[in-house]
């Protein structure tokens, strides 16, 4: 097998923005993302919290600490460079790997080829992008490299790595969260890139409407490459006319935004928790916005209805019963009409759940009988409350006792209906909300009638 050349860093090309003395410069036919990669990181942008004067990264960097470390953040904003910057800073070989390109054996050979070469004072980063790809056990492969110091492992995911790195390797590296971009820092990189004549667009002498430049970088949604490959485009459509980006240029470069989602990833999550949180709190336009956001990302609409259904009777439940109805039916419309049609249907189901009366006492009831029917004995079904088809069971005393409860007055029987163990236990309190107000005062009117028989008995 060949292996990678365990070069250092200084003998490879950093990229991004600036031309900085010493360094190499990437291939002019290279993408203008990659051309425009930050080599320092007085030319990195965003990421204060982390590499700003005095922050931990930062420190970490300048003091040569030599620990693994995962980043965690959305695409384009900065992880691969920030890794190339510091195996430039420390003089350290660089390795470069992709847990989509590449398998762990290969990287386990380049790993063991490391720490050979640790032992003549040669210091390695592997950096492994998108590591939250390889499974668990493949994750094991790290530990015993990353625990001898035999290489600085830094790892990259748009993953939450409390659930896709394996615990023993999160212990041994240091978790930095990257966020997005602003469309303030994006639009500096933007104009950086027009300017710049070593390896930006600055030898094309293209002019940009400001409009145009603000409509790139709002498209980028925080992803300083998505921007900048809508600029290259946006460049070769200037350069045919008359050297100026305007916005019509733009737009056409643009064609449609690409929203940030993994169906399968942690921003599911959290947008579809965005939307139940919203509606649970009354907010329509929020429940609208949320809804869109789920949708235009390519969201299956069914599961989105699936999730509708389940706010109505999580949150509304019986303070507006009806809203259980509607939901069904937004459900059945989506099915039938398919999108985009079907997704009004879900919009005015969202609307109505949040602007209805809200409960969750059904569903806080029920979680309590689930825990009381774990954590108690499970008594048999009073006899009283039995069927006695047979003779056999009539002598056993099955139903003997039990009261017809149409032929009682106001048709409620006193008769315990709960295991012995548990008579007395309630667990559904209604609200005062919606509907469930009548529920509660028929619940109290059903108590005084079992109380008044109850005095009649003991009389």
Known sequence: MDLPHLSSSTDKPMGLFSSTPGLSSTPATAPLAERMRPRTLDEYVGQEHLIGPGKPLRIQIERDDASSMIFWGPPGVGKTTLAKIIAETTRASFIEYSAVLSGIKEIKQVMADAEKASTYGSRTILFVDEIHRFNKAQQDAFLPYVERGAIRLIGATTENPSFEIIS????????????????????????????????GLG????????????LLANYANGDARRSLNALEVSAGLAQAADNRITTEMATEAIQQRVLLYDKQGEEHYNLISALHKSVRNSDADAALYWLGRMLQSGEDPMYVARRVVRMAVEDIGLAAPEALNLCLSARDAMDFLGSPEGELALAQAVVYLALAPKSNAVY????????????????????????????????????????YAHDE?????????????LRGRTWYHPTNEGREKLLAQRMEEIRKIKEAKKSEKEK
């Open 168 to 199: 023993a390797l999160l212990s041994r590296c240091r978790v930095y969260t990257l966020r997005a971009l602003t469309d303030e820092q994006i639009l500096s990189l933007i104009e950086r890139a027009l300017s710049d004549k070593e390896r």
């Open 203 to 214: 030898n094309l002498n293209l002019t940009a409407d400001r409009e145009a430049l603000e």
């Open 364 to 403: 806080a009831a029920y979680g309590e009988v689930q825990s009381d029917i774990e954590h108690t004995r499970a008594e048999p079904v009073p006899l009283h409350l039995r069927n006695a088809p047979t003779g056999l069971m009539k002598s056993l005393g099955y139903s003997k006792g039990y009261k």
């Open 409 to 421: 007055a106001g048709r409620v029987a006193d008769m315990e209906c709960l295991p012995e163990s």
